[in-house]
């Protein structure tokens, strides 16, 4: 099983539309938890760190739930500059932190 | 304005030959990966770093090694290139565990 799963892609949504990504990780000491954004052919970026109780970028919403190892990345009003690969990412002590990547989530946003 | 910058944006190379990449940060970071990111397998961690000489493996270190002999600098080694080798390699490093990964630009290496 790998350590972070995300929703096999790609998602193909209009303009306007709200789209959710799901994402579970197996490692319970898991201790940080983050979504990427990744351009085509370009470097990972953040896009927002998630907290047990939730947060708020704009039309950016990150939820995590610790008891079910669920992590979830939430759009609205989606634009076509949200077109990219969205990173699924948690971190774990084990004695330095490893960061570890989900195979990302693929958007296409059409007008 | 931070900066990872990595020494080769392309190499090619042939199977069995030496390959050292090399990654350089200017943020005073503590943390420093190597990563590879493959079609459909996301990037897979082959070893990272949070302190000078010390190194962890990540969950695919075989077929590399790794050098941090200053705090700046992390190199990824492959002692004898593979074809399978061939892949984009992304460096990136990070103050702490709550904080921010910050990438170099990547260097595709392609083992012929």
């Known amino acids: 099983r790998k350590e972070v799963e995300q929703d096999p892609g790609p998602f193909n949504v209009p303009e306007g539309a709200t789209v959710a990504f799901n994402c579970t990780y197996s490692n319970s000491a898991s201790q940080s938890f983050f979504w990427y954004r990744q351009d085509c052919r370009k470097e990972p970026k953040l896009l927002m760190s998630v907290y047990s109780s939730g947060n708020e970028d704009g039309r950016f919403t990150a939820q995590l739930n610790r008891a079910s190892q669920y992590i979830s990345l939430l759009i609205r009003d989606s634009k076509l500059s949200d077109s990219a690969t969205y990173l699924c990412v948690v971190s774990l002590n084990t004695g330095g932190f490893k960061t570890i990547f989900g195979a990302g989530t693929r958007l296409f946003v059409k007008a | 304005d931070v900066k990872v910058t990595q020494s080769s944006r392309y190499l090619v190379k042939r199977t069995g030959e030496k390959v050292f990449l090399e990654c350089v940060q200017d943020?005073?970071?503590?943390?420093m990966f190597w990563y590879r990111q493959d079609p459909g397998l996301g990037l897979r961690l082959i070893y990272f770093s949070y302190d000078v000489k010390m190194k962890e493996k990540g969950d695919i270190p075989e077929g590399y090694s790794v050098s941090r002999e200053k705090k700046e600098r992390f190199s990824l080694i492959l002692e004898s290139a593979s074809t399978n080798q061939t892949s984009m390699y992304l460096c990136a490093s990070s103050r702490d565990s709550t904080g921010e990964l910050f990438f170099g630009e990547g260097s595709r290496l392609t083992v012929l």
């Open positions: 943020m005073d970071h503590e943390n």
